[in-house]
């Protein structure tokens, strides 16, 4: 497939067949992903693989830490990511320079475009995800982040149930500007 034809066939899709995603894989594919660009060549990322008893684990762990009345609430919200075989978090610095956060942010979304591209090429269905508890301190402490660390968006990855028709966008003749 050509690129413009991957760029043009992902969508996001969110029901998954029990498939399993191979770790080496992704591993693979992430390998590729980063090859995107970063200011200072910073590099400010890493993943975190979810996935088989390691992904019902982590679930179980911050369950665990809500309190009772929340718990059914929360897992219910937490479900609608999880359900995916594989969930890849993707992990970037805190950076006291509010410039070169954003730049940060902006690297780490390169690297995520590349990887829904590449699963996209092996046939993999993908959705980004950032639901409001990746902000809270008790789900990145059970994921194992550091106090310095926030996440950048959770990738719901898997082998997809049916794909969606991609949703149309603007035009760029209706929103570019030509100085020429
Ligand atoms: C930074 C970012 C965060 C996103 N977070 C969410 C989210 O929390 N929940 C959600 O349903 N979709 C989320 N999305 C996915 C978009 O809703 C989706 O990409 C958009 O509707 C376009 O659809 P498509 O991916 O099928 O082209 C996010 C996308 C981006 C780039």
């Known amino acids: 497939m050509l690129l413009n034809e ?11 067949t029990n498939t399993k995603v191979e770790n080496n894989l992704i591993i693979e594919l992430l390998d590729q992903a980063v ?22 684990n982590f679930i179980q762990k911050y369950l665990d830490e809500i309190h ?7 897992k ?6 999880f359900q995916a ?9 805190k950076n006291s320079d509010y410039s070169d956060e954003l730049e940060d942010l902006q690297a780490i979304s390169a690297v995520i475009q590349n990887f829904l591209l590449l699963l996209e090429e092996q046939g993999l269905g993908s959705f980004w995800k950032t639901p409001k508890y990746i902000e809270s301190d008790l789900f990145k402490e059970v994921l194992g982040l550091n106090t310095n660390e926030i996440i950048a968006g959770l990738i719901m990855v898997g082998y997809a149930q049916s794909k969606n028709l991609p949703k149309p966008r603007k035009k760029a003749k209706d929103i570019t500007t030509i100085y020429s």
Request: proline share 7%; aromatic share 10%.
């Open 6 to 16: 991957i760029i043009r066939n992902r969508v996001s899709s969110n029901k998954f």
């Open 35 to 56: 090859y995107a660009p970063n200011h200072k060549m910073r590099e400010p990322w890493r993943f975190i693989i979810l996935e088989g008893n390691g992904k019902l």
């Open 68 to 74: 009772e009345e929340q718990k059914d609430e929360i």
């Open 76 to 81: 219910k919200t937490m479900e609608k990511v």
């Open 85 to 93: 075989p594989m969930v890849v978090a993707f992990v970037m610095p």
